[in-house]
């Protein structure tokens, strides 16, 4: 079993930046990719961004492409998720998730896939 501890919630200003870490424990060397979820009051889950730490592809979600940079530091066994240009629809509950297969195309979104999240990090933005 993984393990996953997420950081560096908080609240920001719109246009704003924030920094989420992601540290994993446990079957470490068995997680193919890590990917970022969110999930806002009274609506689904949602796949943000996801990087393969073999080949370091990176997989984002359109509403945050160009804004959002995934990144994984195979030493540490950490994910950071960089977040610029914040936009109060970014307001939710982020998670991240390891999973042990390699997805491809809009795979890596689905939730179903991935074998340990974390407790997640709240993330607030003010307009």
């Known amino acids: 079993q993984v393990q996953l501890v997420e950081s560096g919630g908080g609240s920001a200003q719109s246009g704003g930046s924030l920094r989420l870490s992601c540290a994993a424990s446990?079957?470490?060397?068995?997680?193919?990719?890590i990917g970022w979820f969110r999930q806002a009051p009274g609506k689904e889950r949602e796949g943000v961004a996801c990087?393969?730490?073999?080949?370091?592809?990176?997989y984002y979600a359109d509403s945050v492409r160009g804004r959002f940079t995934i990144s994984v530091d195979n030493v540490k066994n950490a994910v950071y998720l960089q977040m610029n240009s914040l936009k109060p629809e970014d307001t939710a509950t982020y998670y991240c998730?390891?999973?042990?297969?390699?997805?491809?195309?809009?795979?890596?979104?689905?939730?179903?896939?991935?074998?340990?999240w974390g407790q997640g990090t709240q993330v607030t933005v003010s307009s």
């Open positions: 990087i393969v730490r073999g080949d370091g592809r990176e």
């Open positions: 446990g079957l470490t060397r068995d997680v193919v990719m």
């Open positions: 998730a390891g999973s042990f297969i390699r997805a491809y195309g809009y795979n890596w979104a689905y939730s179903r896939i991935y074998d340990g």
